[in-house]
């Protein structure tokens, strides 16, 4: 089993709603990540967690919190987003130190903010 | 820093065509380097990857090879079909533990019948 596993497909939200996005793999994947697509762009990481702490942060405003509750889930806390945040979420997933590193993606959130 | 540059698109082929889309890429060390295909409204497959130099990826009829002399990763498939119709991302990962993936801007391709 190779999937990872995303939540909504589709959201649609207002600038004051708070929401959030879920994330789930069961490959035993220490690492996981979220990125964000705009369209005719390629993916721009955002955070990654590795032993469900976070590691990385790539200056994201702070209306966007992320949460590993567990290994195998990933949650994106959105709280107060602009129209320009409307992009594809995507998720993804990896072993730790994997000298290959292959990241196994979601099939993304797409999210809309009015 | 580690980077990824990639022909740039859009391509628009004929069914059965051949095609080549170029990716070659600057890192320090020696990065795995990776195809990923992105269908219209999904998210992003593995295509194919190679490790090390001269490694051949391939899959679903695609190829590519690792050439470091040329810091190169073209992607080519000898007849392509509609159902090839993608954008597709060269993408390296950097080997310090990061596991961080360099991305490429993306070719979109489209076949037609």
């Known amino acids: 089993d190779t999937e990872v596993t995303q939540t909504p497909k589709h959201l649609v939200m207002g600038m004051t709603n708070k929401k959030s996005l879920k994330c789930e793999q069961h490959?035993?994947?220490?690492?996981m990540y979220w990125y964000k697509q705009k369209a005719k762009k390629p993916p721009e990481l955002m955070f990654v967690?590795?032993?469900?702490?976070?590691?990385i942060n790539e200056s994201v405003p702070s209306r966007f919190s992320p949460e590993c509750p567990n290994s195998s889930l990933l949650n994106l806390h959105l709280h107060a987003l602009q129209p320009e945040d409307s992009a594809l979420y995507l998720c993804?997933?990896?072993?730790?130190?994997?000298?290959?590193?292959?990241?196994?993606f979601g099939a993304g959130t797409r999210l809309s903010v009015l | 820093g580690d980077s990824v540059t990639q022909m740039e698109g859009p391509v628009t082929l004929s069914e059965e065509a051949f095609l080549t889309i170029n990716c070659t890429y600057t890192?320090?060390?020696?990065?795995?380097l990776f195809w990923y295909v992105q269908y219209p409204g999904e998210g992003l497959q593995l295509l194919l990857k190679a490790t090390k130099a001269d490694d051949k990826g391939s899959n679903k009829g695609f190829e590519a090879t690792y050439r470091k002399e040329t810091t190169s990763f073209h992607l080519e498939k000898g007849s392509v079909q509609v159902s090839d119709s993608a954008v597709y991302f060269c993408a390296l990962s950097d080997q310090t533990g990061a596991n961080n993936l360099f991305f490429g801007t993306g070719t979109r391709l489209t076949v037609i019948p």
């Open positions: 490959m035993g994947h220490r690492a």
């Open positions: 890192a320090t060390g020696y990065p795995s």
């Open positions: 993804a997933s990896s072993r730790i130190r994997d000298k290959q590193n292959i990241q196994y």
């Open positions: 967690y590795s032993y469900e702490k976070l590691s």
